[in-house]
């Protein structure tokens, strides 16, 4: 009986963490902001967000860590798509770890 009961918990989690949920959205770059008191990198797309976490409330998306070399080229094809008028795509990473309610990004695709 306590195999069973270990076996139905290992069961549980590894579902909740098969529901992890990873937000996309497409859309051309409305609002792009940096800020200098924290150095949060945050963007606004004109586009419909599917998938999303349930910390991530915000209309917005994080670089998640404006200092490594991936935030810095994420900020890079960010502002090409906002200079530009392209079309961009984002993927979550599921978590809300830089900023409380808005979805950290994990990848960047500028759209033809």
Known sequence: MKKWK???????LAMSAGA????????TVSMLIQRA???????????????APGCAT????????????????????LMTAYASGGTVLLNGTGTC???LDAEDINEV???S
């Open 97 to 99: 770890t830089r900023w």
């Open 58 to 77: 915000a209309h917005y998306w994080v670089i998640a860590n404006e200092n490594s070399e991936a935030g810095k080229r994420q900020f890079a094809m």
């Open 109 to 111: 695709r500028l759209i």
């Open 37 to 51: 008191s924290d150095g949060l990198i945050y963007v606004i797309v004109n586009g419909t967000r599917s998938g």
């Open 20 to 27: 992890h949920a990873n937000g996309a959205v497409q859309g």
């Open 6 to 12: 270990i076996a139905s918990l290992f069961l549980m």
